[in-house]
């Protein structure tokens, strides 16, 4: 009788094991994906995205991650919004369209505005935000073009 339970209970782990390993490869694999692809390295390394980069380093905001700013916090949220702008992004680059200044969509001026917010809500709480929509309407230099003098530059900010 021992036996039998023994051996169902084996043959049960057995064909549970694999899909539950699987499983969890699976989600590491993609924390890790989700984790490398926030990085400005993996942002960068895109022809069209390597002013941003380098401005990005040399910015205050060099020890945050590209989607600190770029993409919602909330997971559910997150991974939606940088499907579609990462499909974009491969479509501009595939059909060489991408333009010579690139300048946030409304989807992405929305998130980096609840962002900015959501890090500096203390001091935008005293701002009556009535001549302009967004922060970056009137910081548009945070983080991309920190007192980088023109001619240092690859492509002038506009």
Do not use: Y
């Amino acid at each position: 009788m021992t036996r039998t339970k023994d051996s169902t209970w084996w043959r049960g782990l057995r064909l549970a094991l694999p899909p539950a390993i699987a499983g969890m490869v699976l989600v590491v694999g993609a924390a890790l994906a989700m984790t490398a692809t926030d990085q400005a390295p993996f942002c960068g390394s895109c022809h069209s995205m390597a002013e941003a980069a380098l401005t990005h380093k040399r910015s205050v905001h060099a020890e945050l991650a590209c989607n600190e700013c770029h993409a919602p916090h909330n997971l559910v949220a997150k991974l939606p919004f940088k499907s579609k702008e990462g499909l974009r992004d491969i479509w501009a680059t595939a059909t060489s369209s991408v333009p010579d200044l690139i300048h946030p969509g409304g989807d992405t001026r929305r998130v980096t505005q609840e962002n900015c917010q959501r890090c500096h809500g203390a001091t935008t709480s005293t701002v009556i935000m009535q001549s302009k929509e967004f922060c970056t309407d009137c910081h548009r230099h945070v983080p991309h073009s920190p007192k980088i003098p023109v001619a240092k530059r690859s492509a002038a900010d506009a």
